[in-house]
Nanobody
């Protein structure tokens, strides 16, 4: 359908910055929402930040003022700029994209795709 691929994770010291990228590909008609979720060991997956095609954004309270989500609609790409990182930000970060693609017989169909995840570790 519509695969999404993340990149940009890694190891960073507390107070540092990282930028995650996620690109969707395929016969995409439109992407309504793209965003980021994370899952720390022993915890449930949680929303980090999302952005709609119209420019509306949503953030978890824990990342407000430190993280910024942005989209490049022409490239079907979403970014997550993470500043002032804390050890509690350590998790696997997953990209999600939801919208419509052109399927069989040129029919418009919905998709809701997840990436494979990228590890972010904040540690000294």
């Amino acid at each position: 359908q519509v695969p999404v691929v993340e990149s940009g994770g890694g190891l960073v010291q507390p107070g540092g910055s990282l930028r995650l990228s996620c690109a969707a590909s395929g016969n995409i008609f439109s992407i309504n929402t793209m965003g980021w979720y994370r899952q720390a060991p022993g915890k449930q997956r949680e929303l980090v930040a999302t952005a709609t095609s119209g420019g509306s954004t949503k953030y978890a309270d824990s990342v407000k003022g430190r993280f910024t989500v942005s989209r490049d609609n022409a490239k079907n790409t979403v970014y997550l700029q993470m500043n002032s990182l804390k050890p509690e930000d350590t998790a696997v970060y997953y990209c999600n994209a939801a919208g419509y693609y052109i399927g069989s017989y040129y029919m418009r169909q919905t998709f809701d795709s997840w990436g494979q995840g990228t590890q972010v570790t904040v540690s000294s």
